[in-house]
């Protein structure tokens, strides 16, 4: 299973950069995307993928019982995809600024924005 996942980050990793390396805004924005999702499963996979139960302690133990989900790479994860989403969310909106003022994506074509 580990292996899958990481050829599934390298992959996700790979399409990122290579997004992030074409000329168009949106594809832009598309790579910061896959890199959010790439790095969000490396951090699960990071966590020891195990199929347990929750990492809960039963009444009269003092530790949780083996095998158990390590809960601290889920909660990195959701963090990690409110920061993305945010981050997404503000760079969408000021490609759309730079598009009505600019009028082309092409970031080749951005000299100067001032119109």
């Not at 992959?11 to 594809?27: E, P, T």
């Not at 990690?80 to 598009?99: E, W």
Request: aromatic content about 6%; charged content about 15%.
């Amino acid at each position: 299973m580990e292996i899958i996942m990481a050829i599934i980050v390298g992959s996700l990793y790979a399409a990122g950069v290579y997004m992030i390396r074409r000329r168009s805004l949106v594809k832009l924005i598309i790579g910061l995307a896959l890199l959010g999702h790439a790095s969000n499963m490396l951090i699960f996979s990071m966590g020891e993928l195990v199929r347990g139960n929750p990492p809960l302690i039963p009444e009269g133990f003092t530790a949780p019982i083996a095998p158990f989900a390590d809960p601290l790479p889920q909660a990195l994860i959701l963090t990690a995809i409110v920061i993305g989403f945010g981050a997404q969310a503000f760079a969408i909106v000021l490609i759309k600024r730079v598009y009505q003022r600019v009028g082309t994506d092409d970031m080749d074509q951005l000299i100067a924005t001032d119109k």
